[in-house]
């Protein structure tokens, strides 16, 4: 994509998600600067039918096709840029081939980094190790992070000296069981937990932020992408959604990086970067900022975070079967096989099962092998309450 005067070459896996929706919405925003070559969906047909029509793709897939249909895609030559809005760790091969031959991602895929992180990572870092343009010359130009807290923490570090940043602090909603009681919490039904109270979401993504395990999964996100320890990020409640994260430096001071909850804001981000273009999404202009509250996280109630910073510091395989985990656990949730509360409690569970006593970090094979295993124990697992703990 050093060529300026071309239009960037986009393959989209998982144009039919929400991610992939919104990530079309941005591109067809700016058809001088964009073109979709290739479309990959899962099993919405119809969805992909329609994109087919109106944007006439080089290449399609759907799930029939295959994992392995992702992976062409991702390394095909006439593709700049890989959008990755699919989910499981089957997506961590598409994204390693893609950074292997030269493409940039931009991904909102959890295990890319949470399980494949000690993978990834090193191939970002060596593209832009040989890159010859300051934008390149960083491993965030080759792996671009979709998630709208990953985007304010990289939007608040541009220009800035990675020596200089004493903590990230990553905001969370608060979902909609912020001021639920921990009693209450055992009784909730999905119908609660989906009521989102300011971002409109997938099912899955809306539990998550039910339960926090979205900001566990994003600390060990943190980790990979920023380099920086466990202990340099802090998770703080912030109800409006307004502030989409913070960076401290070591001189006190603040930046945040704030907007509606709008993911075609951290999507465009990712796309144009190190260029900001006009945006389909709304603005909000300044006297129309609300007040803006921050309260801390509480661990009795919410454990999830707490579970997935042990699974973080144990290593990639804990951090593999924890994701894996909380991926059945939201579907036992919303199909009434389990509690609420079961959802953090059968995580712990997993990372305690699968995660203990590790040595050297998994392969590719290893790591998918892992979350089928995984995957496999947690459909009929019973989660076992436990007393569990630990600073936000």
Known sequence: MSDATRRARVAVLGSTGSIGRQALDVIESHPDRFEVVCLAAGRDVATLDEQIARLKPRLTSTAADGPAALVDMATDEGVDMVVVGTSGVVSLRPVIAALETGKVVATANKETLVAGGHLVMPLARRLADRATTPAEHMPLNWLRPIDSEHSAIWQCLAGERRSDV???????????????????????????ALAHPTWRMGSKITIDSATLMNKALEVIEARWLYDVADDQIDVVVHPQSIVHSLVEFTDGSLKAQLGLPDMRIPIQYALTYPTRLPSPAPRLGGAQIPDLHFEPVDDARFPALSIGREAGRQGPRASAALIAADDVAVDRF????????????????????????????????????????????????????TSRGGNA
């Open 166 to 192: 004493a903590r990230l602090i990553l905001t969370a909603s608060g979902g909609p069981f912020r001021e639920t009681t921990a009693d209450q919490l055992a009784n909730v039904t999905p119908a609660d």
């Open 334 to 385: 919303l199909n009434g096989s389990i509690s609420f509360n079961g959802i953090a409690e059968l995580c712990g569970d997993a990372v305690a099962r699968f995660g203990a006593n590790e040595v050297e970090a998994p392969d590719l094979d290893e790591l998918i092998a892992l979350d089928a295993d995984v995957r496999a124990w947690a459909e009929t697992a019973e989660p076992v309450q």
